[in-house]
């Protein structure tokens, strides 16, 4: 992935490769719809909660993980924090490159950030027809546990950066309608109540 995030071309965090619209293969969108409807949306008080760090990493966990990878897959998104399925565990999984492995990161603490920051279109699985600017430092390390409870360091830039840094917001229970200009937050207040009456 290159390291620079062009303005002019949004990156949407979660939900990577479809515009709104976009004809995708029923079979695909099906499986996405699915997959969406078990993602906690925005008004769930679980979405502002700070997540509990995790104490044991066993199969339970590593069938957490793998749950959480196949509904990312299916949800089309690029990245998930355990929180958007209603589970308090400080443990999120990221894949930006489509074809690479599913990383997973278990209390993950962003130890270092550049002072260099970005400015990039985000979306969240769980702020359906929410886009939002949001400034980031580009270049962050962060250290975490793996599902198999070795210690790890990922330094990171770009995109998979900005993957990362949305995610450990959601154990925080923060979310990019918080870190956009107050104009484009009351714009996405306005897209969700809108969205929600039509639900
Ligand atoms: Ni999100």
Request: charged share 35%; net charge negative; hydrophobic share 40%.
């Amino acid at each position: 992935m290159d390291e620079t995030v062009d303005q002019a071309e949004p990156t949407e965090v979660e939900e990577p490769e479809h515009e709104e619209g976009e004809q995708l293969d029923p079979e695909v969108a099906a499986r996405r719809a699915a997959a969406l409807a078990r993602v906690r949306k925005f008004g769930d008080p679980v979405l502002r909660t700070r997540a509990r760090p995790v104490e044991q990493i066993d199969d339970a966990l590593r069938a957490e993980i793998a749950r959480m990878g196949e509904l990312m897959h299916d949800a089309l998104g690029v990245g998930l924090a355990a929180p958007q399925l209603g589970v308090l565990h400080r443990l999120l999984v990221y894949r930006v490159q489509p074809q690479a492995p599913v990383s997973a990161l278990i209390n993950p603490e962003i130890e270092w950030r550049g002072g260099e920051e970005e400015i990039a279109e985000e979306g969240c699985l769980s702020l359906p027809s929410v886009l939002v600017e949001v400034e980031r430092p580009v270049h962050i390390r962060v250290r975490g546990v793996n599902e198999d409870g070795e210690k790890v360091v990922v330094e990171a830039s770009g995109l998979e950066a900005r993957v990362i840094q949305h995610e450990v917001d959601h154990l925080d229970g923060v979310l990019i309608l918080d870190r956009t200009s107050r104009d484009q937050r009351k714009e996405a207040m306005r897209a969700l109540r809108e969205a929600q009456a039509a639900a």
